[in-house]
């Protein structure tokens, strides 16, 4: 199997939102603002693209008891189980009888060109 070398991966700044986001991105995959219009690929990805990953999960408090706390941690391992991100994605707090909700996603495609 052959390694595509070039701009496949490449990283960029969204200027809307300060995610880092894939250069070949037309629409911010965090903000969904649109970042240009490209005539060569759709506006929006995951319309063309795979969802490889999907998991949601749903966590909720009892109705009576102290507040609970929680934060959201996404990370990413490569081949040989050697961690390459970890990022907290979102923290906050449930009072009695509340829930959360968390819906993980992701979409894998070609790089345009």
């Not at 009576?64 to 996404?74: D, N, Q, R």
Request: proline share 8%; charged share 25%; glycine share 10%.
């Amino acid at each position: 199997m052959s390694v595509r070398t070039g701009a496949a991966g490449k990283t960029r700044t969204c200027p809307h939102c300060r995610a880092t986001i894939l250069e070949s991105a037309a629409v911010c995959p965090a903000c969904r603002h649109h970042l240009r219009f490209d005539s060569r690929q759709p506006q929006d990805r995951a319309a063309t693209g795979e969802v490889a990953l999907g998991v949601e999960g749903t966590f909720r408090h009892p109705p009576v008891g102290e507040p609970w706390e929680y934060t959201v941690v996404v990370v990413i391992r490569d081949e040989r189980g050697e961690e390459t991100a970890r990022k907290v994605v979102g923290v906050g707090s449930l009072s009695p009888g509340e829930q959360r909700t968390v819906e993980l996603k992701v979409e894998v495609f070609k790089p345009p060109g």
